[in-house]
């Protein structure tokens, strides 16, 4: 999706590697992620576990994120977001996790401009991804 954005825009297409972080009973149930660039960020549902559970699925999936990285990195340098807007695409925002995560990484890059662009996202999430908190 963000390539075919890339090209209708004419712009360049930087890519930002995110990870769920999953709850203990179930992984898929996103508690918070984690970007490439080691920005963490977990939501109510990451809060009362436990430290420990927590520190090993960041290592885990920050391990995962170094891996593809590098593989990514080969093919598509990373640009300099500093002064510039950017959108960032992602198919789909379930609790908003990995895009909270995303928005962060990014403002860290001095972005001029944030834009979302998502399919699909529960209304609940709007102000959410907004405020990028």
Do not use: C, W
Not at 19 to 44: C, H, Q
């Amino acid at each position: 999706m963000g390539h075919i954005v890339a090209n209708i825009l004419k712009g360049d297409l930087y890519v930002i590697l995110v990870k769920k972080i999953g709850a203990r009973e179930n992984p898929e149930l996103a508690i918070g992620a984690l970007t490439d660039s080691g920005e963490v960020y977990f939501n109510e549902m990451g809060l009362g576990l436990s430290h420990e559970y927590l520190e090993k699925r960041v290592r885990i999936e920050q391990r995962k994120l170094n891996r593809k990285r590098e593989i990514y990195s080969q093919v598509r340098p990373q640009i300099i977001l500093m002064g510039r807007t950017v959108i960032i695409v992602d198919d789909g925002i379930a609790t908003g996790a990995t895009m909270l995560a995303a928005i962060r990484s990014i403002r860290k890059k001095h972005a001029k401009k944030i834009v979302v662009a998502s399919m699909v996202a529960p209304p609940r999430y709007g102000e959410a991804v907004e405020r990028g908190s």
